[in-house]
């Protein structure tokens, strides 16, 4: 799933180009092997992370992996930043929602041995709970379809689990089980609760000796302020840039959804023994593991069902690979864990930063430890192609990991391959995008879902099978490097080598030509440097634009770096990066945001300015980069509610309002039927004494959504607002 909207950092852009230094890195590691199996490769991890951990200004963080007999764990920085104790292996941190994963499988292990049902109401196993305006099932609450339960809160004394439960019972559910994706702890906590009653053991007692002790993770448990836990890491949070003190809380308030305390090394016993049979049978496995659907006939989970959400974990693909997952991120942590079955792989990291980016630093190491790409996003350089990729690399991601986690294509009845080739390539089609782009559009969304009928999957996982077959599997570990591009281009020459391949299990000509073409530019432009290409803040920006730019000349398809360049956005490097982006990735609504804001702000620093002189002509107003952004996608960064965002940020800052008001103006040209965009405006303005002008935005915004006002009349309403915003009289905002 990539989504690299980042509006927290985007919001908290300041007008200063300063970074803020770090602390020294300090690190510690232990191995259990002979140290030269893969030290080069660990020599450029470990460089790798004091250098990106320093500029996420984390504290520590501990990060380890198991390879066929091969561990390694490392801590890096310090567990106690003031008292300057170093992170190691063994440091022990708040896990987070990484305990939601070890709930799903007690419940599964329960349901196994006959004490639950899945699919029986939560108020069989907790009745104290009280029955909702619908049914809500473990099932539900497993994979966050149970209709969005809150109220767990957090707490500052320790709570237990029936008061939990009873601050759960006080918000009633308001939307339909089983429609919708809606994250929640509260649910877990349920869950926690029917854990203990279903045993009639407290829910830590439950985990540690039918899940912990099993699985050898001695250094696991219940997070408690009070007991002595060893090698306990001091949690951190960063406040307008700095590393301070995280605030104190009590996680007894989320025991089933992210109580737990635990190490790295422990994460790493998870993820392997529970792959491995170790406390489930297989037929339980393989159900935990399976993705549910929603009433809407779609795949639940992150995004549109792009990560899949299954009980209590996350499936997802990496480059065809099938992967499980689970992460977690509150106050003064940050832990995830992956499993890769298929190449014997875990890999987990913990840090004592709140939202501290854990993906970056697994990714890379995976990358240097499996000689593979984590992702390959692929740029389309006609905005109508960009549909026909995601086609695509749907059927080569989904279908290869349905394929490499059961060694078998989704189907092989031949009427049910034929149908899903026709789906193919009734859709996935310059043709059918021409004719109508959003209803085809659509439809390639739903090609991997089961309102489609998963014909996505089906081709993928018949094409991995055919193909595996056809080269051998070292041939096949290639698609893994290179994606879905080749694995199209080479299924396609193979049939062309047989003229009794049945037909109705090829491609339509027009497809086959596209791909032969975009195989070649593939070819030449996912090469060498681009496979290894990491694009950093440390970057030379100008020699990497320079080289980019000649090796995609001409490419119909090449690299997308958006999720390397977004992220840039302090120091001056930032102006060089957003520049970067639009030149390479000109339909990037992300990167077109970026641009238009960093433009907006570009007068107030003279840096920003010998930018836009440096870009000439080139350079546009950030009405147009803005604008660009949201026609390439409306329900992206540049929806009204970003812009919102960051201008409430401002409205508190003086010297900010001028800018505020410029961003908003900018907004209800885009978003002329938002209300809220109309009413901040008018906040702005009433704040720099702007008042005439004020009344008229806030009429506009009551004239959009009557429901502002609160039930007040307008008059009251904007006197409210004059009373509350308006500007001392002797004060003179700039």
């Known amino acids: 799933m990539r989504k ?109 041995r006959g004490k639950l049902n899945l699919d029986g109401e939560i108020q069989t196993y907790v009745p104290y ?98 007991e002595l836990i060893p090698n306990r890491v001091r949690g951190y949070e960063l406040i307008n840039g700095q590393v301070r003190n995280a605030e104190f809380i009590d996680v007894s308030s989320r025991f089933g959804g992210g109580g737990l305390t635990g190490t790295v090394p422990d994460l790493l016993r998870w993820g392997r023994g529970v792959l491995a049979g170790k406390v489930l049978s ?57 499993h890769f079955p298929s190449q014997n792989l875990t890999i987990a990291f913990a840090a004592n930063l709140e939202f501290a980016n854990t993906r970056k630093y697994i990714k890379h ?71 109508d782009y959003e209803k085809t559009a659509q439809q390639i969304n739903d090609g991997r879902h089961p309102v489609a009928g998963i014909p996505f999957i089906k081709i993928g996982s018949y094409m991995a099978l055919r193909l595996r077959g056809k080269y051998g599997p070292e041939r ?38 596209l791909v032969q073409k975009w195989n070649a530019d593939w070819s030449r432009t996912w090469n060498d440097y681009t496979r290894h290409l990491i694009i950093t803040p440390n970057s030379d920006l100008d020699a990497v634009g320079a080289r980019l730019k000649k090796e995609f000349a001409g490419a119909e398809v090449y690299p997308d770096y958006t999720s390397d360049i977004q992220p840039i956005q302090t120091g001056a490097v930032a102006w060089k990066a957003g520049k970067l982006g639009i030149d390479l990735y000109p339909r990037s609504d992300e990167l077109n945001f970026n641009w238009g804001f960093f433009l907006l702000l570009a007068g107030d620093t003279e840096q920003g300015r010998a930018v836009i002189r440096e870009a000439g002509s080139d350079a546009k107003p950030p009405l147009f980069y803005f604008r660009r952004a949201a026609q390439t996608n409306p329900n992206g960064v540049a929806a009204a509610k970003t812009f919102t965002s960051i201008a409430r940020n401002w409205i508190n800052r003086p010297e900010a309002l001028s800018k505020g008001i410029e961003l908003l103006r900018v907004a209800a040209d885009l978003h002329p039927s938002d209300a809220s965009v109309y009413e901040m405006l008018g906040d702005f303005l009433l704040r720099k004494g702007e008042k005439e002008q004020a009344v008229e935005s806030y009429k506009k915004a009551l004239e959009l959504d009557p429901k502002l006002s609160n039930g007040v009349s307008a008059e009251t309403f904007i006197a409210n607002k004059m009373q509350t915003l308006s500007p001392p009289a002797n004060s003179a905002p700039k």
């Open 129 to 226: 709970y009280p029955k909702q305006k619908w049914p809500v099932t473990v099932r539900q609450l497993l994979v966050h379809l149970g209709g969005g339960q809150v109220g767990s809160g957090l707490s500052k004394e320790p709570l237990t689990t029936r008061q939990v439960v009873e601050r759960i019972a006080k918000y009633p559910i308001e939307l339909e089980p089983g429609t919708k994706f809606d994250y929640q702890t509260s649910g877990y906590n349920l869950l926690g609760a029917a854990i203990e009653e279903v045993s009639g053991k407290p829910f830590g007692d439950y985990m540690r000796e039918n899940l912990f002790v099993p699985l050898g993770m001695n250094d696991t448990r219940l997070d408690s302020v009070r």
């Open 476 to 513: 096949f570990k290639s698609y893994h490097m290179a994606g879905a591009i080749p694995f199209f281009a080479d299924y396609i020459a193979m049939y062309r080598a047989d003229p009794k391949y049945p037909k109705q299990l090829r491609f339509n000509e027009s497809f086959e030509k």
């Open 365 to 435: 190491l995976y990358e240097l430890l499996t000689d593979e790409a984590w992702d390959i996003n692929v740029y389309t350089a006609d905005k109508l192609d960009q549909p026909i990729y995601k086609g695509m690399s749907s059927a080569f991601n989904y279908g290869a990991m349905s394929f490499d986690e059961y060694n078998r294509p989704a189907t092989t009845n031949a009427q049910e391959l034929a149908n899903a080739f026709a789906f193919f390539n009734r859709n996935v089609s310059r043709e059918a995008l021409r004719a």
């Open 4 to 112: 690299m909207l980042a509006l927290a950092a985007i919001a908290m852009l300041t007008f200063s180009l300063c970074l803020q230094p770090c602390a020294r890195v300090s690190a510690q590691a232990t191995s259990t092997q002979a140290p030269d199996k893969y030290a080069e490769k660990l020599r450029v991890f470990e460089e790798f992370a004091q250098r990106e951990m320093e500029r996420d200004k984390i504290p520590g963080l501990t990060i380890g992996f198991v390879k066929d007999d091969y561990s390694w764990t490392k801590g890096f920085g310090f567990a106690d930043l003031e008292n300057k104790v170093p992170a190691k292996a063994e440091s022990a941190y708040r896990l987070a929602s990484v305990t939601k994963m070890m709930t799903g499988t007690a419940i599964v292990q329960l349901a196994e």
């Open 282 to 338: 297989k037929a339980s496995l393989d159900e935990m593991f399976t993705p549910v659907t929603t009433k809407g006939g779609r795949y639940n989970g992150i995004g549109d069902g792009d990560w899949y959400y299954a009980l209590g974990w996350m499936v997802l693909p990496i480059n065809g690979h099938f992967v499980v997952n689970n992460s977690g991120s509150q106050k003064g942590t940050a832990t995830e864990m992956f």
